[in-house]
Nanobody, 123 residues
């Protein structure tokens, strides 16, 4: 499956952004989908995941209550709505697809990755 992430940009602290991940070559309902991010000079880290059934999601503690993952089946798109952004949210954000139902915070569970979209939060 091919993934195309978009929606990144420059925003002030406290602002909001919505990232999109367009899925092609398969149906978004067949995959557990996730967002990861890589801050400058740091390793990639888990942000959020949505189970393929669409019935549960999970979040890293650092983004819980500020970020929301969702999908629009008819458009084959997964979203990451980000609110109350902080400078520490600055990173390259990646979407990823997995056939797995478990351990969705682990990078190794994901077999397809998008190219990344940059989010920069100024203080």
């Amino acid at each position: 499956v091919q993934l195309q992430a978009s929606g990144g940009g420059l925003v002030q602290a406290g602002g909001s952004l919505r990232l999109s991940c367009a899925v092609s070559g398969g149906s978004v309902t067949d995959y557990s989908m996730a967002w990861f991010r890589q801050p400058p000079e740091k390793e990639r880290e888990f942000v959020s995941a949505l189970h393929w059934g669409g019935d549960w999601d999970q979040y890293a503690d650092s983004v819980k209550w500020r970020f929301t993952i969702s999908r629009q089946d008819a458009k084959n798109v997964v979203y990451l709505n980000m609110y109350d952004l902080k400078p520490e949210d600055t990173a390259l954000y990646f979407c990823a697809a997995s056939h797995s139902s478990d351990d969705l915070e682990r990078e190794l569970e994901y077999h397809d990755w998008g190219q990344g979209t940059q989010v920069t939060v100024s203080s």
